[in-house]
């Protein structure tokens, strides 16, 4: 089975798999800065109810079925299990920035995580749900989230087998986080730069350890719409 993830700037992914189309986390482009990036999902997930994450009508169209938006619990998107597992925007549990779902999908063989704006640290063990992730889509802007040096910690912790930054500073965006390069300096991992904005994953080709995937910025930003 192969996964394509097609990540749409920011914290916007979408995922392709067995026909079926998720959309994480979509964005309108305009109000922060970015490219817009349509689709017609089946499934639309929401982290959390912030305007740079919430834009459901850019993924929607006529194939859509469900939206779940700030979802806690088990649920399923087509043939897939999925589950919301409730995360804190900030390092007072919630009383800055409130709460987020983080997305957890079993995808057929692989299983993935969508972190949303997680704002604290965790070690293993507090997260069982969280624990032996394969594709783990993390925060490391800082400012709104964890930093750059927080988000490599966690993925310490957690120890998923591809970890891929979003939520970062981008050129054009009026979002003021850090950059990518903040979180790549202390990285200490083995690290994938992807030329555009896909990337094809199946089991066999998911490394040993855990690997760094992130998008070539300009590549990507060739292809704006």
Request: hydrophobic share 40%; with cysteine.
């Amino acid at each position: 089975m192969e996964i394509e993830v097609e990540w749409c700037y920011h914290s916007y992914v979408i995922l392709r798999v067995e026909g079926v189309t998720i959309a994480i986390d979509p964005h309108d482009g305009g109000s922060i800065g970015l490219p817009t990036c349509r689709v017609n999902a089946d499934y639309i997930l929401v982290t959390h109810d912030h305007f740079d994450h919430n834009a459901v009508e850019v993924a929607s169209g006529q194939s859509t079925k469900k939206v779940f938006k700030w979802y806690l619990g088990s649920f399923e998107v087509g043939p897939f299990k999925a589950r919301g597992v409730k995360l804190y925007h900030d390092k007072a549990k919630g009383k800055l920035r409130g709460w987020v779902a983080a997305y957890v999908l079993d995808l057929g063989d692989i299983k993935v995580a969508h972190m949303g704006d997680l704002g604290h640290l965790i070690y293993k063990g507090e997260e069982p749900e969280l624990e032996g992730i394969d594709v783990m889509f993390i925060p490391v802007g800082g400012v709104y989230t964890i930093s750059g040096p927080e988000a490599w910690a966690v993925i310490e912790e957690l120890g998923p087998r591809i970890a891929v930054p979003i939520h970062y500073w981008l050129p054009g965006s009026i979002l003021p986080l850090d950059p990518l390069e903040r979180f790549l300096e202390v990285a200490r991992s083995g690290r994938t730069p992807v030329k555009g904005r896909t990337i094809k994953l199946s089991r066999e080709a998911l490394p040993p350890k855990t690997t760094i995937m992130y998008f070539d910025v300009k590549e990507a930003y060739s292809e704006r719409e």
